[in-house]
């Protein structure tokens, strides 16, 4: 059975577009012969820093709206669209990107709206959300971040701004994103993404 399964998130393809979506993962290591000079290493061990873990966010609830759903980290297909679970009750978090105890950059979270199978999903009512409303992001460590709603905004897919929503360098942020706007059901997609902004309490 077909779902109506939102393209949520600026990295899923718009309906009849072949270009390759601007959010890509993460480099990884090649196997590239290093080189014959010697590296200045660091002759101090306090100098040396282990890679920071990520902490990856499990739920995110929004006590104004009545709204609390698990969170999994995801990537992106092999076609290249971010790949948000099927079940519209959990969210999926970017985990090629920024996690709350980042020090830079944009946490995205993202959901289908809704679905022929499970109905209309809890992200269908980040549109109603108030300036000012927290939303409380849990970690896996028990930990959590709240923050507090800057902006709730329907953007047409074509104007999304990618590479600003995906942004791993600029201040701490979160970003809630589900789909809006009208439904085509030649595409089965909808027209817009909601778009909800929000910055850390305090910050």
Known sequence: ??????AAAAVLLLAGCTTTPAVQPAPQPTSTAPSAAVPDIPRSSALLQAPREAEPPVSVDI???GISVPVVPVGVR?????DIPANVDVAGWYSYGSDPFSDTGTTVIAAHVDS???GLGPFADLRNLGSGAQIIVTVSDGSSV?????SITSIP???????DIFDRAGAQRLALITCGGQ????????SDNVVVIATPVGS
Request: aromatic fraction near 14%; charge should be negative; glycine fraction near 2%.
């Open 1 to 6: 059975m077909k779902r109506l399964i939102c």
């Open 63 to 65: 006590p104004d709206a």
């Open 78 to 82: 092999s076609d290249g669209l971010m």
């Open 116 to 118: 022929l199978e499970y």
């Open 146 to 150: 709240t923050y507090q709603v800057e």
């Open 157 to 163: 897919k074509a104007q999304l701004p990618v590479n």
């Open 183 to 190: 439904f085509d059901y030649d595409t089965l997609t909808y």
